[in-house]
């Protein structure tokens, strides 16, 4: 018996810095009803899915962006989400900035069962951009100034997915290009791995040329052999389009086991892809040549937690040897 999941990435379409949290949970409903009517069961939305990508916008007093952030989970503004995953029995990962009542600042993402319960939580590990204004930049990129860093790990657990067991992790953006993130939940046999992105279409950091075709094929090519290196199912759902002029490139995908494709957004806007998942496609590559138990050589690994940063190589000699 294959055990079947229906799984689906809800991309949205930008949202505007002036639009209130109704607007995107409007849209998100939406999406969870169009997902419902075609069998769905698991959505996932984007990261930072309840506002614009804020950390583009530069603050002096981190306090004047707490509108930003989420201080309840769910809120008044947010429980028609929890409602809807309810109504139609369909679970969903929400990514969204946390504010703590102690006054710390995540960003996070939460996988939802459809009672409302939160299954759960990740905080975002890999913070890409800077802390301070960085006037070399195009745009802004401020993540490090306005979350810490993630203190959770890279949790995976057990749980219900529509009507299988699953074995879920999350990570969030960045993340996907970093393989130590995706080993740390395929140790722990992950079988779905949720992500929710907001990827510019352009490289902002304006210190050297890269294609604009490659800002996609780097995003596709980190989450396929990631899903292919630890024998899981990949749903990559993207913020796309034109946010206040800054534009995302969207390009949300589904991707199996063997890496490959299932399903590819086409637009920049709202759209729903899914794809038919058999979980038990994990069982070939963990079996098999991503036998970790078997394969795996940690003794020759040391510089993978003891060293952060590159170190050049010592440099040959002629008569060395
Ligand atoms: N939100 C992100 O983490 N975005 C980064 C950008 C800055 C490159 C990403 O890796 O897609």
Redesign the pocket.
């Known amino acids: 018996m294959p055990r079947l999941v229906t799984l689906a990435a809800a991309q949205l379409g930008p949202i505007q810095k002036a639009e209130g949290r109704d607007v995107a949970v409007g849209r998100m409903v939406r999406l969870m009803e169009r997902a419902h009517k075609r069998g769905v069961e698991v959505v996932v939305f984007p990261?930072?899915a309840l506002t614009t990508?804020f950390?583009r916008w530069y603050e002096e007093d981190i306090s004047r962006a707490d509108h930003w952030y989420e201080h309840a989970m769910p809120s008044n503004e947010t429980a028609p989400l929890f409602e809807a995953a309810r109504k139609y029995g369909i679970g969903f990962h929400l990514g969204y900035a946390e504010k703590t009542p102690d006054g710390h600042r995540y960003?996070t993402a939460i996988y939802v069962h459809p009672s409302g319960e939160v299954v759960l939580k990740y905080r975002?590990v890999?913070?890409?951009?800077h802390r301070d204004f960085d006037p070399i930049r195009k745009v802004q990129?401020l993540?490090k100034r306005y979350f810490e860093v993630g203190n959770l790990g890279f949790p995976v657990i057990r749980a219900p997915v529509g009507g299988q067991e699953a074995n879920i992790g999350m990570m969030?953006?960045?993340?996907?290009?970093w393989p130590e993130a995706w080993r740390e939940m395929g140790l722990q046999q992950v079988e779905i791995v949720m992500l929710g992105?907001?990827?510019?279409s352009l490289?902002?950091?304006n210190r050297g040329f890269e294609a604009h075709h490659l800002?996609v094929e780097h995003?596709h090519l980190s989450i396929r052999s990631g899903c292919y290196q630890n024998a899981c199912f990949g749903v990559a759902t993207a913020k796309g389009g034109t946010e206040d002029g800054h534009e995302l490139f969207g390009h949300s995908i589904i991707v199996n086991p063997q890496g490959e494709i299932m399903a590819q957004a086409t637009s920049w806007g709202d759209e729903l892809i899914t794809a038919d998942c058999d979980l038990d496609d994990c069982n070939l590559g963990r079996t098999t040549i991503f036998n970790f138990a078997a394969h795996r050589r940690t003794e020759a690994y040391q510089r993978i937690t003891t060293q952060t940063g590159s170190e050049a190589p010592p440099v040959w000699k002629p008569g060395q040897g």
Request: proline fraction near 11%.
């Open positions: 990261e930072l990508f950390p960003n975002k890999h913070l890409p951009g990129h993540e969030i953006c960045n993340d996907r290009r992105y907001n990827t510019p490289n902002m950091d800002r995003s």
